[in-house]
């Protein structure tokens, strides 16, 4: 179904006004609060404490490479996110139910959902078989942030896709630089 969404003309406007209908329908209080608490982990404060939680241990190891790679990736997401959205000017879903501006694709709060779960993976876990649990919640997670943007009509299913694939292909990126970087420097 993704694939004729994106093949088909027009597809993905008719899935996205789908994805929108279905948001609208099971509208409820409960999962109301759930999506607004990820919002608010995606902004502003609860984006600097979720931030912070993954840096401090770095800084008390003094692991400066894996610092300077999850600066650069909070950083770049953000950045290139609103390049992308100044390029593309999308209007966003009718009816929203959270302050939004600019454009709506991709979405910021997704793109940055999935670029620091990444990294989360990435810095605190080993390489091998029970890495695939970390990475099956990192897609959780990633979800769960899309859900949340389409749930409070932020954001079209199609902005939360692109925002979640930006966020993940920019941080698996700036992570495979650093570690090029820190094989040459040995």
């Known amino acids: 179904m993704l694939v004729w969404a994106f093949v088909v003309p027009g597809g993905t406007r008719t899935l996205d006004r789908h994805w929108w209908e279905w948001m609208e329908d099971t509208w409820s209080r409960p999962a109301g609060r759930a999506a607004r608490f990820l919002a608010w982990l995606g ?16 800084l008390a190891r003094r692991r400066w490479l894996g610092i300077a790679a999850l600066g650069v990736v909070e950083l770049f997401t953000p950045l290139t996110t609103a390049a992308l959205k100044a390029l593309s000017n999308q209007a966003r879903p009718p009816h929203r139910l959270v302050y939004t501006h600019g454009s709506s694709f991709p ?10 779960l990444v990294a989360l993976v990435l810095l605190y ?12 919640l990192s897609a959780l997670g990633v979800a ?3 859900w949340s943007r389409t749930y409070l009509h932020a954001h079209w299913l199609s902005d939360v ?14 992570f495979g630089v650093a570690q090029v970087a820190a094989s040459s420097a040995r």
């Open 125 to 136: 876990s080993v390489p091998g078989p029970r890495r695939r649990l970390w990475w099956a």
């Open 107 to 116: 979405s910021g709060h997704t793109s940055y959902a999935a670029a620091t």
């Open 161 to 174: 896709l692109a925002g979640g694939a930006w966020g993940w292909a920019l941080a698996l990126v700036v």
């Open 43 to 58: 902004n502003g404060y609860g984006r600097g404490l979720v931030v912070a939680i993954l840096a401090l241990p770095l």
């Open 144 to 146: 769960a942030m899309g």
